[in-house]
């Protein structure tokens, strides 16, 4: 198939980030949206009207059954990714999940013995990773600009989803680290070229929701480098505003970026050194429109890509760490 060929997307279900993580960057690289299945037909029907969908599967089983659907994209809740990976999987598909790629390390890795055997290319939608304002921040440390890494600190904090979202879910593996909080244990886990080697975790407190036992409302971690740097990553899903910002601090300055899960929403980067302070930007075009790129060029050329299945089975036993610590346990597996 050609280099340059559009990739043939099936959507799993019509949750409301597809729009702006899949269909925008879909329709500005190219790429065909071929099908998309949910549970209520008629949801799948109007979400394909709207979006330029080419058709409508009765169930998410027949959509991994279309033999033109090559790549499947997995925003189901977060306990559905695990069976629904595992299934795309067995089907022969390229998969691009949302995060995290399961409920817990266990089927995180099920998932990823089931890629290495499939052939095909799993993802874990870390997007933020592809953007340039990520980029640079490790930019910034490898210069040297900031000398020896010595702390980072990563918040992800938004206003409360309604109270029968999905996310306050125990049996559909919600809370605030499977939503949130892993956005900064994963880019934390990113700095392991500068700090010796990846995070461990120290300690974790937690809050759980009223009315919803063993659900995180928030999660604090804190970790420790093997270079003796230590890192903080902070999560609450029921907070005053939205914040999403990642500091790192170095022996000779440090740099923050305000917003580096959705950059496009603000591209700053604020370095501080000796000299002085600047502002740097790197550009408001979409983390997600990045991320597809660099997918897409996967599936088509080999080209390397960041993150596998190996990777997301790192950040989910991060993430089971974190819980544990907590005292809530890792999130229980979902039967699809």
Not at 7 to 15: E, S, V
Not at 166 to 183: E, F, H, I, K, V
Request: contains cysteine.
């Amino acid at each position: 198939m050609s280099e340059s060929a559009p990739l043939r997307i099936g959507i799993l279900g019509a949750a409301r980030i597809t729009e702006r993580a899949l269909v925008a960057p879909a329709r500005a690289g190219g790429h065909r949206l071929v099908a998309v299945a949910a549970r209520d037909r008629s949801r799948a029907e109007a979400f394909a009207a709207a979006h330029g969908v080419e058709r409508t599967h009765d169930s998410y089983a027949d959509l991994l059954a279309d033999p033109e659907v090559e790549v499947v994209y997995n925003p189901l809740a977060n306990g559905l990714h695990g069976p629904w990976n595992l299934a795309a999987l067995a089907a022969g598909k390229h998969v691009l999940t949302e995060k995290p790629s399961a409920s817990n390390a266990a089927e995180a890795e099920e998932v990823m013995l089931a890629a290495r055997a499939s052939g095909t290319v799993f993802m874990e939608a870390f997007h933020y990773l592809f953007h340039p304002v990520t980029r640079r921040l490790h930019e910034l440390l490898t210069s040297g600009e900031l000398g020896e890494l010595r702390h980072a600190e990563a918040m992800v904090v938004i206003p409360a989803p309604e109270a029968d979202d999905p996310r306050w879910s125990l049996p559909l593996a919600g809370g605030a680290l499977m939503d949130l909080g892993c956005y900064g244990l994963h880019a934390l886990r990113m700095l392991a070229p500068w700090a010796g080697g990846a995070p461990r975790v120290v300690a974790a407190r937690a809050g759980e929701r009223a009315g919803a036992p063993g659900v995180d409302e928030w999660l604090d971690a804190d970790l420790s480098f093997p270079g003796g740097a230590t890192g903080t990553a902070r999560c609450h899903m029921a907070y005053d505003d939205l914040e999403m910002s990642l500091r790192i601090v170095g022996s000779r300055g440090e740099a923050t970026a305000p917003n580096f899960v959705l950059p496009q929403m603000d591209d700053r980067v604020v370095v501080r050194t000796a000299s002085g302070e600047r502002t740097e930007r790197l550009g408001t075009r979409s983390s997600y429109a990045y991320q597809l790129e660099a997918y897409a060029a996967r599936v088509r050329r080999e080209a390397p890509l960041p993150l596998d299945a190996d990777d997301a089975v790192a950040t989910m036993r991060l993430v089971d760490a974190c819980y544990t610590a907590a005292g809530l346990g890792p999130r229980p597996r979902t039967e699809r």
